[in-house]
């Protein structure tokens, strides 16, 4: 029994709907944060600080989604994380003081995972079949225009609009587009699931891996290793590349992060369709360190930062196709979901530590030590998909037997 391809307006409105879900939920976040710490009492720091710990709260509750998505069908889970994203925006704006903003702002990133890449992966693993895998890189593709569009657009609704009157304008674009979208994914998703407890055909066939346990873990470390290296530089990069000596052309170099994250995954969709993930996600976490060691052996030079930016945006805008393919290919599609939750909680957990400890450690040992020791960190997350790919493959480079 063949699985059923996932409808082209399915794919188009997931994109639709991650673009409004990254955009609402998470960058618009930033251009806010002025006004929000004024109007709340805070400072920015204290803002940011909040946002760090409402992400690692977040990250708790990814396994649980991706249990739900498996049971109940991700469309449903997705239907029902807009109309919570909705609420916990509105609880935003219609916040009183810090405590009740805090509160409503982690409910927020507790809802996101229900509606973000990783329940929108498993939904197109739930209907889309052997086209699974090139559909979550088209799903990247679209999506990695999030911050394209909502920072100018935040920025623009802000110079005549309130924060408040922004998150309530937010929460209808989540309530009147990504809604409907997510409710007639539930059909789909909902029908497959069912098909898929009723026959072991609708789920595909997939050999279990001989040292399952020892992949998994190997890939969580991974994930987790590349959350905290990319957060740790990004949330920084304007500052880092200053401290270095490269005063406003910083912000020229910064502005490269995101055409490359864009770049790499159109390259990959033309280019990478017989390259297996594994590898993949052994060159996307490489391009990580690699692009900081360019920057710290050429620095103060501007076309060597350039470099750097083009790397480690090629490298983050592959990990989040890895994120999605390599436990498909890895595991295959059953229980896909409940997977994707704990890497989706790895990944998150160490992007939320990572900006503080990376402040730390520029505070205390300086700028250039804490990048090679990002470098460093990166260079083990490289070992950690080597060591899939040994695993997996042998000594011979041959599939193990089950």
Known sequence: MERRKLPTWALAGLGASQIIGYGTLYYAFSILVPEIAEDIGKSQQWVFGAFSVA??????????????????????????????????????????????????LALTEIVSVAVLYATAFTAIVQTGGHKAQKSIVHLTLIAGFASSLFWPLTSWLHGFLSWREVYLLFAALNLLVCLPVHLALARLTTTAVFASRGTVAAVGEHRPLANGTLVFSLMLLGFAIEGYALSAILVHMVPLT?????????????????????????????????????????IATGLLPI?????????????????????????????????????LELFGPKGYGSRLGWATSAKQMMSAIAPLAMSMSMAGIGVVPSIWMTVAIGIAGVVAFLAIVAVVQGPAGLPRPA
């Not at 509750?61 to 509105?90: E, K, N, Q």
């Not at 050429?298 to 480690?312: K, L, N, S």
């Open 291 to 327: 692009g900081l060691t360019i920057l710290l052996m050429t620095t103060p030079w501007v076309p060597g930062a350039v470099m750097f930016a083009i790397c480690f945006g090629l490298g983050s805008g592959l990990t989040s196709i890895v994120g999605g393919t390599l436990p």
């Open 55 to 104: 992400l690692l709260v977040g990250s708790l509750a990814a396994p649980l989604s991706g249990y739900l998505a498996d049971r109940i069908g991700a469309g449903r889970l997705m239907a029902a994380g807009s109309l919570l994203a909705s609420a916990t925006l509105v609880l935003m704006a219609v916040s009183t003081g810090p405590i009740t903003f805090a509160v409503a």
């Open 242 to 282: 200053q401290a270095l000596g490269f005063g406003a052309a910083g912000l020229l170099v910064a502005s490269l992060f995101g055409p490359a994250q864009v770049a790499s995954r159109l390259i990959n969709l033309l280019f990478g369709r017989e390259l297996s993930q594994k590898w993949l996600a052994v």
